[in-house]
């Protein structure tokens, strides 16, 4: 007969071990991911991706219109979302946060934090791809700004409400407009962390490829005017990574190679920042 | 003195105070009217498929383009096979991988895990879709599906299940790919979670002489419990909606699956295959309603999720 101290004993080690395995199993998987897509994209990745267009079949060529491409819708979808969802935090954490209608702002823009990114494609289709008779890289840059204002809200509003009100107190009792107190001092000390919660809503967007697939569609030219179907990377991987051409599949790989090395690079870009913001004194 | 202050003309720039704090006011709003939009474009868009198929459109499984007759009960039955199977793969993991971050890791060497966790949640789907195409379903056909479909009693329930053209494009692969997604996220929100507990309760179940699994079981993992279902719940939402992963690996056939190794189709996965392709102004409204079916479903999954957590982050 086994006692009851070494069966309690015994089934914690096997539960602590159960945890750790469960640990490696994730870790080797995730790793075994990365280390394949470095291994097939890394041969693709020369000095024609950054200087040639996607090819035809059988041709040399590179990437430079999907990335170019890619950054302007970002950039258009960043302009817009910032300027939204700054405005929307700000609300949310000095104006009307504690208000019925500032909770159901903030569940709903929990929920939109994580809603399927094929729906707003399909709602951007029918609000501006529908009216405007085209696919245009406009309207993928309004699916990824809707992608984005989300987080960039969320993130505004965490920040701002670290803010000790001690600022805003000092700040009325200058005189000072509430909306100066909010412009000067409020954003200023977050600073950091409002860059932080824009380049993670950047690294979210820029590797987003169903909401582009019936707004920007795709393009395989490089092109500038964004009212124009426009060729973004990761609707080029898709495109590539199903064709039954090798050297297509190759850039596909490269591709994906260079979207998962800028995104972990701004997401660690990006924590960084943060991690100095909280040291400050 | 007080007169003085009550008189006092008002500050420089105070005007502008109404203004400002209307447009944040109209941010926040457009936000609302985003999500607001999005339910009624995908009502309008898909109206004439429903109105059109009624109920049949739910439970029949139909799906062609060239008769204009569509069902969506495959990419229904396919979407909640897919997410159901990703989840019961993919939680025990997180569980394990949180708990092992939280309780038992070496401090030195938790933090950097938690970090790189953290850092692969937010690789985008389409490149663990491609992994997914050339990596996996080629090595899973080979070793695990051939073998199995080969060794499968004649006439057992097991060979139903393994039923399937081994090409390695089926429900399973694609579970199997939604699982190592959702993974890392979450487990990263599970570990935070298990963080909001406060050290006074973990240590006084310590003091009275627990092990670390009574712990975990018995006050830990009830502490947190409802938050701990919605996490639950956002790990489903996110597969349930996940689209470029699926797509790569599902092999969209339309149609009920017949077996855990047959293909099959999600309501993303067939909106973003077919609807840039779609004939018909049927074909785009049948799309449509799968994309309106698809948000009702997701958004029923996330708000429990959301409330369940929001308590949690209050009590």
Redesign the interface.
């Known amino acids: 007969m086994v006692s009851r101290p070494t069966l ?2 015994l ?2 080690t096997l ?2 071990a ?6 490696i ?3 080797t ?2 790793g075994f ?1 990365l280390l ?2 470095v291994k ?1 994209g890394v041969g693709g990745l020369d000095a024609n991706i950054f200087t040639k267009d996607t090819p035809a079949p059988g041709s040399v060529g590179g990437l430079r219109n999907a990335i170019e491409g890619s950054l302007m819708m970002c950039a258009l979808a960043m302009a817009m979302a910032v ?3 700054v ?2 935090g ?3 954490a ?3 946060g504690a208000s019925p209608y ?1 909770h ?2 903030r ?6 934090l ?7 494609g ?2 951007v ?3 501006v791809v529908r009216p405007l008779h085209g696919f245009s890289g406009f309207a993928g840059a309004v699916a990824l700004a ?1 992608l984005a ?2 987080v960039v ?1 969320r993130t505004t509003e965490d920040i701002l409400r670290l803010q000790p009100d001690a600022l805003r107190e000092a700040g009325a009792a200058l ?6 107190t ?1 412009r000067q001092i409020i954003w200023r000390g977050a600073g950091g962390g409002l860059l932080t919660g824009g380049l993670l809503a950047f ?2 967007i ?5 909401p582009l ?2 707004t920007a ?1 795709n393009n395989q030219f490089l092109n500038h005017d964004l009212s124009k179907p426009t060729a973004s990377l ?1 609707a080029v ?2 495109q590539y ?2 064709s039954a051409y090798d050297d297509w ?1 190759r850039l ?2 490269a591709g ?1 190679l260079l ?2 090395l800028s ?2 690079a701004i ?2 870009i990006g ?1 960084v920042i943060a991690a100095r913001e909280s040291h400050r004194p | 003195m007080t007169d003085a202050i009550l008189t006092r003309p008002a500050s420089r720039g105070a005007w502008f105070d109404p203004i400002f704090e209307g447009a944040c006011l109209f941010a926040a709003t457009l936000l609302l009217a985003a999500l607001a939009g999005v339910v009624i474009s995908l009502a309008i868009g898909g109206w004439p498929a429903l109105s059109h198929f009624g109920l049949k459109f739910f439970v029949t499984t139909s799906w062609n383009p060239v008769t204009e007759v569509y069902g969506a009960a495959g990419p229904i039955i396919g979407t909640l096979v897919t997410s159901f199977l990703a989840l019961a793969m993919a939680l025990p993991v997180a569980l394990g991988v949180s708990i092992f971050l939280v309780e038992f890791c070496p401090k030195p060497l938790a933090r950097p895990i938690a970090v790189a966790v953290e850092l692969l949640a937010g690789i985008p789907s389409i490149v663990y879709g491609m992994w997914g195409l050339f990596v996996l379903a080629p090595f899973f056909a080979e070793h695990v599906q051939l073998p199995l479909m080969m060794n499968a009693p004649a006439g057992s329930i097991w060979e139903t299940l393994f039923y399937g053209v081994p090409n390695g494009a089926n429900i399973f692969t694609a579970s199997l790919i939604l699982a190592i997604m959702i993974l890392p996220y979450m487990a990263a929100v599970f570990r935070e979670l298990f963080l909001t507990v406060p050290p006074q309760v973990r240590e006084s179940a310590y003091g009275i002489g627990c092990t670390p699994l009574e712990v975990i079981g018995s006050v830990v993992l009830p502490y947190v419990r409802g938050g701990a279902i919605g996490v639950v719940m956002l790990g489903l939402g996110r597969a349930l909606g996940e689209t470029m992963a699926v797509t790569f690996i599902i092999g969209n056939a339309h149609g009920l699956p017949k077996s855990l190794f047959d293909s099959g189709s999600t309501l993303a996965s067939t909106v973003a295959n077919e609807f840039t392709e779609a004939t018909g102004v049927m074909h785009t409204a049948a799309l449509t309603a799968l994309g309106l079916v698809l948000f009702v479903i997701t958004f029923g999954v996330l708000a429990i999720a959301r409330l369940l957590l929001l308590r949690q982050r209050y009590d």
């Open positions: 309690r004993a089934a914690n539960f602590v159960a945890c750790g395995l469960a640990t199993l994730a870790l998987a995730l991911i394949s897509l097939q300027g939204v969802g405005l929307a700000t609300w949310l000095e104006y009307g500032g159901v702002v569940f709903l823009n929990d929920v939109l994580a809603a399927p990114s094929i729906l707003v399909l709602f289709y029918e609000l809707l204002v989300p809200t005189g000072t407009p509430r909306w100066v909010i690294a979210r820029s590797g987003e490829t169903a697939l019936f569609l990761p991987i898709f990574a199903l599949r596909a790989w994906a979207i998962a995104v972990l997401n660690i924590r």
